[in-house]
């Protein structure tokens, strides 16, 4: 009996797989879904995003095409009756295959991500040129001192009346973060950024807000009792207004 016309099923998935890498990839990171991460209201957060973004598209082409295979293998490869088919084993080239491709994927996933962390965290050498707020984190609140203010000006909130932090739209921020007690998170999710407070350590990190609004912010560190209560604000305001409010903030403490 002839046997039926089979199609090269794992060339035809290389090639849908290749053609979704190539449709995807001319798309804007705006079109694409943020698969769970809110829209960035900073530069800096529109860096991360892309790179979420990436991560995601190559985990579905790599298991489209894990279970392609897989499928293919069922149904093409399965028992017919009394008749075993070919089994293959000690295959030199394949093993290689599937030892060098997860490799691959593994360093071109480093290269994307030390790329794109060493522009997220980098700093400005200018420190004239940014505005830097210092902010301390303690049990169960926080700390925000303004290098715009004379140095005894400071907001500071408690669990009941969350602190409210002022950025302006446009502007490079540099964050110099503190504790005064144990390891704290100083986190915003729309700014899809964070960074650890370490007891006896100072980290540092800048982003450039985008986007007016007030976004939610909170510890990211379970660090006690009331650890979901530390919460605070952050209201990114025109540059007019941020001077503004920064003058009516000296005149309060002249």
Avoid at 71 to 90: C, E, L, N, S, V
Avoid at 156 to 185: A, C, M, W
Avoid at 217 to 234: I, P, T
């Amino acid at each position: 009996m002839p046997r039926r016309p089979r199609f090269h099923r794992p060339a035809a998935l290389g090639a849908i797989a290749s053609a979704l890498v190539i449709v995807l990839s001319g798309c804007s990171a705006s079109k694409l879904p943020r698969f769970g991460l809110p829209d960035p209201a900073t530069k800096e957060g529109h860096i991360s995003l892309s790179l979420w973004q990436g991560s995601w598209i190559a985990a579905f082409v790599v298991g489209a095409l894990v279970w392609g295979l897989i499928i293919w293998a069922i149904i093409f490869h399965r028992r017919r009756g009394d008749h075993i088919p070919a089994q293959t084993k000690y295959n030199l080239p394949i093993e290689v295959l599937y030892t060098v491709v997860p490799f691959f994927i593994i360093a071109v996933l480093f290269f994307f991500t030390a790329r794109d962390e060493t522009k997220i965290t980098a700093i400005t050498k200018d420190p004239s040129s940014v505005h830097i707020i210092h902010v301390n984190a303690m049990r169960w609140s926080w700390q925000f001192t303004y290098e715009d203010l004379p140095a005894s000006t400071t907001t500071t909130g408690t669990p009941d009346q969350p602190p409210v932090l002022y950025l302006p739209e446009g502007q490079k921020v540099r964050f110099v973060i503190t504790t005064s007690d144990v390891n704290h998170s100083f986190w915003v999710p729309a700014f899809i950024m964070k960074m650890d407070a370490i007891a006896g350590r100072t980290n540092q990190f800048e982003v450039t807000p985008n986007k007016l609004g007030t976004y939610a912010g909170k510890c990211a560190e379970l660090c006690g009792r009331d650890h979901s209560r530390m919460l605070f604000n952050v209201k990114v305001v025109t540059a007019a207004e941020y001077a503004q409010r920064v003058a009516v903030m000296k005149g309060s403490t002249a």
